[in-house]
């Protein structure tokens, strides 16, 4: 059974840069069809996609974060990996890690397995 | 962007009622080469992680109940929960997925009356 999990520091300070890994398990990161992505939910908010990649390195952003953000994989740790770089306190929030499934004639997809989820904090 | 609107915020059914979430995209996310509409549902509980209950706009996930449905198309979509049970309890959310970036609705909490 796949599964997925995040782990980084809870709390980082503003302006420093905000890194989190989803290590992946029960399956294989680069299986070629499926993507996989980092969603969050900041307090009180509605989720938020981040960006998603492929394990040949394609890598898909939000255009609202794009300036900050950069996603990395592992495959031989079976990881990939979130930087957002220069954090305010709005970054606060809930991410997930999570994959999308094939669909036939684009990358875009929804999610069909997901992390627990990790709170970061954004606090001096 | 693709907006989505979710209504209402928030609702509260007897069980063993109908709850019915309704969601509505700023544009058409109905891709007219294979008749698809690019839309999910989830459901997130407190403190789990959201689950996926339909994509397709009507297809149901492996293991998902059959009270739950989906339907719609273009811009307006319903996910519609036929008979609510207590474990029904959760925020319930769309996302599209025809366009980047991918969005999703602000949520809409179901409870129990």
């Known amino acids: 059974q796949l599964q997925l999990q995040e782990s980084g520091p809870g709390l980082v300070k503003p302006s420093e840069t905000l890194s989190l890994t989803c290590t992946v398990s029960?399956?294989?990161?680069?299986?070629?069809?499926?993507?996989w992505g980092w969603v969050r939910r900041p307090p009180g908010k509605g989720l938020e996609w981040i960006g998603s990649?492929?394990?040949?390195?394609?890598?898909y952003y939000n255009p609202s974060l794009k300036s900050r953000v950069a996603i990395s994989v592992d495959t031989s740790k079976n990881q990939f990996s979130l930087n957002l770089s220069s954090v305010i306190a709005a970054d606060t929030a809930v991410y997930y890690c999570?994959?999308?499934?094939?669909?036939?004639?684009?990358?875009?997809?929804?999610?069909?397995?997901w992390g627990q989820g990790s709170l970061v904090t954004v606090s001096s | 962007d693709i907006v989505m609107t979710q209504s209402p915020d928030s609702l509260a059914v007897s069980l063993g009622e109908r709850a019915t979430i309704n969601c509505k995209s700023s544009?058409?996310?109905?891709?007219?080469?294979?008749?698809?509409?690019?839309l999910a549902w989830y459901q997130r509980k407190p403190g789990q992680p959201p689950k996926l209950l339909i994509y397709w706009a009507s297809t149901r996930e492996s293991g998902v109940p059959d009270r739950f449905s989906g339907s719609g198309s273009g811009t307006d979509f319903t996910l519609t929960i036929s008979s609510l049970q207590a474990e029904d309890v959760a925020v319930y959310s769309c996302q599209q997925y025809y366009n980047t970036p991918l969005t999703f609705g602000g949520g809409t909490k179901v409870e129990i009356k």
């Open positions: 544009q058409s996310v109905l891709y007219s080469s294979n008749n698809k509409n690019y």
């Open positions: 999570a994959r999308h499934p094939p669909t036939r004639n684009t990358w875009q997809s929804w999610f069909d397995s």
């Open positions: 029960g399956g294989s990161i680069s299986t070629s069809s499926y993507h």
């Open positions: 990649l492929h394990y040949s390195g394609s890598t």
